[in-house]
């Protein structure tokens, strides 16, 4: 089975299940699917290098993970049920200050593997040392929006070294050529780069179109300290600054009131909900799905890094988004299964520009299959249903993306070693930080 892996060459998909009935897929060279439906393996059969065998199982666009710090796997398990502020400081920010380029580059490769296991094909990742971020991603062939963490503090001088290292970034991964792997800006969060740092951000932005990946409106007390700061809420802020636009994913987005998700909607924000990781850190309002929904913003699904989630697997995320919705506030109607899926297929596909989210011939190979010889698929009275509400990752077991072979019958060439080395390096980093 060795040699089906990350190759590119034109491939057959047998026996798949998708519009509700079998259906093969023809992937060509160029990484994009020739066609799909019932007797294509018949028709292309001459022009395929190699063909899989779907085994029956449903089809899927590969899930997009809208809000991500990758490296954070390292961080797994390492400090949790404690509160915020404690956690962060004497946890997770310790830690963090000894993180090392060779340990984003581990982390995030355990970070890819965890998500081509759980049908994720493309994230949206802001941390630090992103140029090795970006190597890792590259080795794993999954896509990646890739930002800095731009973080100021208010200081002019951090701000010149912030702006530089963004830069910097943005070059370096531009000329690693992978279309693949985009860069971006990540301004952290209002409370954490002035409006002066914002402004550049926004300019430079607009000069280079670059996306832009930030936190907003996460907990009560920055919507707090903004207003009683600035006499603004945080969207407001960044309106000002021109950061607003629809080049900008915004995370979490837990305490905007009605006229932000207005706000929103007219700037074109795409908003990604992390329903595990508010929970986790116990933010105290779920995001405003209904009201979001009725402006009109794309609503795609995160979930943050793993200190505060403890895994990757977007099929929770869609379950947990559904539950927390409803929960919340107070509807069984609100959030349905098929929106969920949409929000982790269609809705980051969108809001990161892939061009990936939909199964049709002509668009890039990005696809996931789900197994239905498992519990969690019988009875398979509705596959949308099951996907959000009994799956999780551990069904899906083919991935490809752009084209090729990442992951078939759940074996992932190189597996082992990447765990091996990432569990080595956390527990160098805790023995770094602790001594
Ligand atoms: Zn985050």
Same mark, same amino acid.
């Given at each position: 089975?060795?040699?089906?892996?990350?190759?590119?060459?034109?491939?057959?998909?047998?026996?798949?299940?998708?519009?509700?009935?079998?259906?093969?897929?023809?992937?060509?060279?160029?990484?994009?699917?020739?066609?799909?439906?019932?007797?294509?393996?018949?028709?292309?059969?001459?022009?395929?290098?190699?063909?899989?065998?779907?085994?029956?199982?449903?089809?899927?666009?590969?899930?997009?993970?809208?809000?991500?710090?990758?490296?954070?796997?390292?961080?797994?398990?390492?400090?949790?049920?404690?509160?915020?502020?404690?956690?962060?400081?004497?946890?997770?920010?310790?830690?963090?200050?000894?993180?090392?380029?060779?340990?984003?580059?581990?982390?995030?490769?355990?970070?890819?593997?965890?998500?081509?296991?759980?049908?994720?094909?493309?994230?949206?990742?802001?941390?630090?040392?992103?140029?090795?971020?970006?190597?890792?991603?590259?080795?794993?062939?999954?896509?990646?929006?890739?930002?800095?963490?731009?973080?100021?503090?208010?200081?002019?001088?951090?701000?010149?070294?912030?702006?530089?290292?963004?830069?910097?970034?943005?070059?370096?991964?531009?000329?690693?050529?992978?279309?693949?792997?985009?860069?971006?800006?990540?301004?952290?969060?209002?409370?954490?780069?002035?409006?002066?740092?914002?402004?550049?951000?926004?300019?430079?932005?607009?000069?280079?179109?670059?996306?832009?990946?930030?936190?907003?409106?996460?907990?009560?007390?920055?919507?707090?300290?903004?207003?009683?700061?600035?006499?603004?809420?945080?969207?407001?802020?960044?309106?000002?600054?021109?950061?607003?636009?629809?080049?900008?994913?915004?995370?979490?987005?837990?305490?905007?009131?009605?006229?932000?998700?207005?706000?929103?909607?007219?700037?074109?924000?795409?908003?990604?909900?992390?329903?595990?990781?508010?929970?986790?850190?116990?933010?105290?309002?779920?995001?405003?799905?209904?009201?979001?929904?009725?402006?009109?913003?794309?609503?795609?699904?995160?979930?943050?890094?793993?200190?505060?989630?403890?895994?990757?697997?977007?099929?929770?995320?869609?379950?947990?988004?559904?539950?927390?919705?409803?929960?919340?506030?107070?509807?069984?109607?609100?959030?349905?299964?098929?929106?969920?899926?949409?929000?982790?297929?269609?809705?980051?596909? #969108?809001?990161?520009?892939?061009?990936?989210?939909? @199964?049709?011939?002509? %668009?890039? !190979?990005?696809?996931? *299959? /789900?197994? =239905?010889?498992?519990?969690?698929?019988?009875?398979?009275?509705?596959?949308?249903?099951?996907?959000?509400?009994?799956?999780?990752?551990?069904?899906?077991?083919?991935?490809?993306?752009?084209?090729?072979?990442?992951?078939?019958? #759940?074996?992932?060439?190189?597996?082992?070693?990447? @765990?091996?080395?990432? %569990?080595? !390096?956390?527990?160098? *980093? /805790?023995? =770094?930080?602790?001594?």
């Amino acid at each position: 089975m060795d040699d089906i892996f990350s190759k590119n060459e034109p491939f057959i998909i047998e026996n798949v299940f998708f519009n509700d009935r079998n259906a093969d897929i023809f992937i060509g060279g160029d990484g994009r699917i020739g066609s799909i439906g019932p007797g294509t393996a018949k028709k292309c059969s001459g022009d395929a290098a190699f063909s899989i065998d779907g085994k029956g199982a449903l089809v899927l666009p590969g899930l997009v993970n809208t809000h991500t710090h990758a490296a954070m796997t390292l961080l797994r398990g390492y400090a949790d049920d404690m509160p915020l502020q404690e956690w962060l400081a004497d946890k997770i920010w310790p830690l963090e200050a000894n993180l090392t380029g060779k340990d984003v580059y581990l982390g995030t490769k355990l970070a890819c593997l965890e998500m081509i296991r759980s049908g994720t094909t493309a994230f949206n990742d802001m941390y630090f040392f992103m140029e090795d971020a970006a190597r890792a991603v590259d080795e794993m062939g999954i896509r990646a929006t890739l930002a800095y963490g731009f973080i100021d503090l208010f200081s002019e001088e951090k701000r010149e070294h912030e702006i530089k290292a963004t830069e910097n970034m943005v070059k370096t991964i531009r000329a690693m050529n992978n279309p693949g792997i985009q860069p971006a800006l990540g301004p952290h969060a209002i409370y954490t780069v002035s409006p002066e740092g914002l402004k550049w951000i926004a300019g430079y932005s607009a000069g280079e179109d670059l996306p832009i990946h930030i936190h907003l409106s996460e907990t009560e007390k920055e919507v707090n300290d903004a207003v009683s700061q600035w006499k603004k809420r945080p969207a407001e802020i960044l309106d000002e600054c021109g950061v607003l636009g629809d080049r900008t994913i915004a995370a979490h987005c837990c305490w905007l009131n009605r006229e932000e998700c207005a706000l929103l909607g007219k700037r074109g924000v795409h908003v990604s909900h992390n329903p595990v990781s508010n929970m986790k850190l116990a933010v105290n309002r779920a995001m405003p799905y209904h009201w979001l929904k009725e402006e009109g913003v794309n609503v795609c699904l995160g979930t943050d890094g793993c200190a505060s989630n403890n895994n990757l697997d977007l099929f929770e995320e869609m379950k947990v988004a559904a539950l927390l919705q409803k929960f919340s506030w107070n509807s069984q109607t609100l959030l349905p299964a098929g929106e969920a899926l949409h929000m982790a297929t269609t809705a980051g596909a #969108r809001a990161l520009g892939l061009g990936t989210g939909s @199964l049709t011939a002509g %668009s890039p !190979a990005d696809l996931i *299959l /789900v197994s =239905r010889h498992t519990a969690c698929n019988t009875p398979f009275h509705n596959p949308v249903s099951n996907l959000v509400y009994s799956c999780n990752g551990g069904a899906v077991e083919t991935v490809v993306c752009n084209g090729r072979v990442l992951m078939h019958e #759940r074996v992932i060439p190189g597996e082992e070693k990447i @765990l091996a080395e990432a %569990s080595e !390096a956390a527990f160098d *980093l /805790v023995k =770094r930080t602790t001594q």
